[in-house]
């Protein structure tokens, strides 16, 4: 047997949710004790919920249920948690991106610097070969003036000898 009567002013100003436990604050959103003529408690149906009209933990009337809109919050938290984390995110890797960039150009501008040097490297090396061909030329050259002056020098050194052979026999004859 049910009975419905109107809330009273004690059933609309609900005691704080900290004082029942969940369950029996669940009970009492959707379900009013009354008092049926035997002295039993009968739970009936609150007609408000069954409307879709919900009490929140302020005992102000909702649309949602508390459950819905404490998860409802509680989504918006996470997502806006989830957004500050996405901006973080979002810094670092922008400040990834300016390091890889610089250290990008940093890298580009000793790769010219390397090109440069083994470019400079390059005409070194072929002035040195230039170089040592004409000091080898320069060798043969000297080699050739030594050849002939040591041809000059053995021809002197004959004339030499004849000559002092020739002041010899000059002196033994007078």
Known sequence: MRLYTPPSQHEVNRPSPGSLDSQTDARRRHYRVTKAGSGHLVMAKDPLAE?????????????????VSQKTTELNEECEDFVDKIGQFQKIVGGL???????????ETEKMKA?????????VEKQREAQQQQLQALIAEKKMQLERYRIEYEALQKVEAEQNEFIDQFILQK
Do not use: Y
């Open 51 to 67: 409307a879709g009209l919900h009490f929140d933990e302020l005992n102000k009337l909702r649309v949602l249920e508390p459950d």
């Open 97 to 107: 991106i300016e390091l890889v960039d610089e250290l990008a150009k940093e890298a």
């Open 115 to 123: 090109i440069g040097a083994r470019n400079l490297l390059k005409s």
